[in-house]
């Protein structure tokens, strides 16, 4: 099996998730070689084929051009599959490979298993087992679902180039919105999820902050609707945090959700549901009507 | 300017999912359908840009589905397309993204559309593809995961987002499709004046035969819960008790109560 794993790179710089790509490919048994549109100042630390196209030419994002190169090197490789992140630069350019290959795409593996790759599925509430039926395939990974393998070495470069224009155009990155608030440095956070129901109920989670002596946390569509300030969010959008105590309060445990705190010392979930994914990272989930069950905690820890 | 939306229903995800008779999927018996969420961004920006546009643009919403999605064409409606195309399909939950994107294909391609819009996902499958193969199937212009969008009828200015809240800025030349992120908008709820007004708007139903011309190229093997590997400890009962069991653990497991 042969794997042509596709990196990352962003402002100028080389993506450490890339080496997740070998992580993964370690784990299929595959034989590899990298893609990237990149710089030769930041060559990923690999001994193996690495194609080669220039970012100053061909951008950072184009995926048009980026698919035409990405085809371009499966052919010259035969390979058997084509790896990205499951990432904002992955999902957009794996299904137009998968396009132009006419090959199944497998989407956000989670695992590796004998009759195929495992996926999760309903916001991570169950799993899927998908079998490609096309000769060749395309797979995307989820971040942080396999180790980084960093083999060291030095890559032999194939360069690449590609004619043609595109129909978009990159005009730049924005920065993220500035944090007013560092939730990095706090030992409690203390989370509201949409589970909250209203605006009107972010004091019931401030105050059990406040009673803990910690600071407020919010999950991202508690943030959409303009309940919370966007420095308050925690995940892959917002901050990642590794307090002494979490506590989770009708947050289900999306994925993006666990990237940004699952190394908290202690996690404390408080939920209806007892099936919520935030269950499989949560030290205590406590099934409750968090309406009721959070005031009662702070009046207790006020006593 | 043809505006296109595809949307989804999908279950309400706060339900529990059994697997069906084949195990390959969920049971739809005792779940709630609703709009993806990702869809309803869509549906908003797209009625947006109709309002900026006036009667110089139309909306058309989709849903492949069985009869149920009946209902959430008939909410796209509410929130201000202009009509719905219901392309009847008991199976569709059962194809993979490759079917459901040449079928949305087929029937977009030669209706001239400038611009379509679908979700970033679907939350149950959520494999992220629909979008951007419609895209690669038709030849046009796609960008994904916009939290940002403005159309002048010639280009769309979009903002994507990325890992850890950085944007990219992209300009793309129409026809275009794009896939929106949470967050893009603020999506409206219909009004009674409104979903009273859908009513009469047009609903054409497509059988699913007529459009679909290729197998799947992905199988689902099994469907199942995940293995517990947490070792949390799970507490119910009654609150007050609860309080005093949390309490108790967490003096006992962190250093911040003392
Ligand atoms: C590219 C990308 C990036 C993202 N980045 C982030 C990010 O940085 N951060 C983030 O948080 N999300 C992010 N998301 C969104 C993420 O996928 C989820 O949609 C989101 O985390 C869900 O938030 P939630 O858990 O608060 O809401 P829901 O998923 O709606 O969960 C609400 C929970 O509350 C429970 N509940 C309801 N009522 C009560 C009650 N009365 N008492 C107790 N429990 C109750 C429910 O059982 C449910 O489990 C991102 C998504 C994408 C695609
Ligand atoms: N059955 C369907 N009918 C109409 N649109 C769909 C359907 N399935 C997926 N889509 C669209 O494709 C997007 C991405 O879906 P997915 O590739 O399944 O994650 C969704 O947000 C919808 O906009």
């Known amino acids: ?110 695992g590796i298993r004998e009759e195929g790759f495992e996926v999760g599925c309903c916001n991570g509430k169950m799993r899927r087992t998908v079998k490609p039926a096309t000769p060749s395939c395309v797979l995307t990974i989820q971040a942080g679902a396999f180790p980084q393998l960093q083999p060291g070495g030095s890559p032999t470069i194939i360069r690449m180039e590609t004619a043609g224009s595109s129909s978009l155009e990159f005009m730049g990155y924005e920065p993220a919105e500035a944090k007013e608030l560092n939730l990095t440095r706090a030992e409690v956070i203390v989370t509201a999820g949409r589970g909250i129901g209203k605006k009107e109920n972010v004091p019931l989670i401030a105050a059990l902050a406040k009673a803990l002596g910690g600071e407020l946390g919010a999950s991202r569509p508690v943030v959409d609707a303009g309940w919370v300030p966007h420095g308050h969010q925690v995940g892959t959008t917002g901050q990642s945090v590794s307090p002494k105590l979490y506590v989770a309060c009708g947050v289900s445990g999306a994925i993006q959700h666990l990237a940004g705190m699952k190394k908290s010392e202690f996690i404390l979930a408080i939920n209806k549901d007892k099936e919520a994914p935030i269950g499989e990272v949560a030290d205590l989930l406590v099934v409750a009507d968090l309406l009721q069950f959070v005031p009662a905690l702070t009046a207790r820890l006020a006593k | 300017m043809k505006i296109l939306v595809c949307i989804k229903q999908v279950p309400d995800l706060e339900s529990r999912f059994k697997p069906n008779g084949s195990k390959l999927w969920y049971d739809e018996a005792d779940l709630a359908f609703r709009m993806n969420e990702y869809d309803e961004y869509a549906v908003e920006q797209a009625v947006r840009l109709r309002e900026q546009l006036g009667d110089a643009a139309d909306v058309t919403v989709l849903s492949i589905g069985p009869d149920r999605v009946g209902e959430a064409l008939k909410k796209a409606m509410a929130m201000g397309c202009d009509r719905a195309v219901h392309i009847a399909d008991p199976d569709a939950l059962l194809r993979d993204p490759w079917q459901i994107a040449s079928i949305i294909a087929s029937f977009a391609g030669g209706r001239g559309f400038d611009l379509i819009f679908t979700g970033m996902q679907s939350q149950d499958r959520g494999s992220a593809q629909v979008g951007v193969l419609v895209a690669e199937l038709l030849g046009i212009s796609c960008s994904t995961t916009l939290v940002g969008f403005a159309c002048d009828g010639e280009y769309v200015i979009a903002k994507r987002e990325l890992e850890g809240g950085i944007k990219g800025v992209v300009k793309l030349r129409l026809p275009a499709l794009v896939t929106c992120q949470l967050g893009l908008n603020v999506p409206r709820y219909p009004t009674l004046p409104n979903i009273m007004k859908a009513k009469r708007k047009e609903l054409l139903v497509i059988p699913v035969a007529e459009l679909l011309a290729t197998g799947p190229v992905a199988a689902t093997v099994s469907f199942h819960p995940p293995m517990r590997k947490g070792s949390g400890m799970v507490l119910e009962g009654d609150v007050s008790t609860l309080v005093e069991q949390v309490i108790g653990i967490l003096k006992e497991k962190t250093a911040v109560l003392r």
């Open chain 1, 1 to 110: 099996m042969k794997a042509l794993l596709v990196g990352e790179y962003r402002e100028g710089n080389l993506l450490d998730t890339t080496y997740e790509l070998f992580g993964f490919a370690d784990q299929l048994g595959a034989e590899t070689a990298l893609l990237l549109v990149g710089s030769d100042s930041r060559l990923p630390a690999w001994v193996g084929t690495l194609y080669l196209a220039d970012a100053a030419q061909y951008g950072e994002y184009n995926p048009e051009l980026h698919t035409q190169l990405v085809l371009e090197a499966v052919a010259r490789e035969s390979a058997d599959c084509v790896v990205f992140l499951h990432s904002s630069y992955g999902w957009d350019l794996a299904p137009r490979v998968a396009a132009g290959l006419k090959a199944a795409q497998v989407s956000e593996i989670i």
